[in-house]
């Protein structure tokens, strides 16, 4: 059973620095795509970052140069992904998400919802002035 287990999140005031990271066991996708998401107070979820197997990336135009997605392949088959936030605003506080599908191209876009099979329980971001 795929599971993904997201690390705890956090308060931190205008602009510092939060490092999230989700933990995926048993992808058996020959290839695949992660990705991070968020649902804002009150707003609907978005697609944060996306990186695929073979390690390109695409952000949202609201967390370029601030956000870094990157992975770690364990010889175990588990995948921890991370999710470094820097200059954090007020606007990034939010509820985040990890995902987890198969292989499709990020360069271009970051994947809809609709494309991933399976989601972390998400983890509490809250930034305060």
């Known amino acids: 059973e795929v599971q993904l287990v997201e690390s705890e999140g956090g308060s931190v005031q205008t602009g510092g620095s939060l490092n999230v990271s989700c933990i995926i066991s048993?992808?058996?996708?020959?290839?695949?795509?992660l990705a991070w998401y968020r649902r804002p107070p009150g707003k609907e979820r978005e697609g944060v970052a996306a990186?695929?197997?073979?390690?390109?990336?695409?952000?949202?135009p609201s967390v370029k140069g601030r956000f870094t997605i990157s992975q770690d392949r364990q010889d175990s088959g588990k995948i921890t992904l991370y999710l470094l936030m820097n200059n954090l605003q007020f606007e990034d506080t939010a509820m985040y998400y990890c995902?987890?599908?198969?292989?499709?191209?990020?360069?271009?876009?970051?994947?809809?919802?609709?494309?991933?099979?399976?989601w972390g329980q998400g983890t509490q971001v809250t930034v305060s002035a």
């Open positions: 995902a987890a599908g198969p292989y499709i191209p990020v360069s271009r876009m970051i994947p809809p919802a609709s494309w991933f099979n399976y």
């Open positions: 048993e992808l058996r996708y020959p290839g695949y795509t």
């Open positions: 990186i695929d197997k073979d390690g390109h990336t695409n952000y949202a």
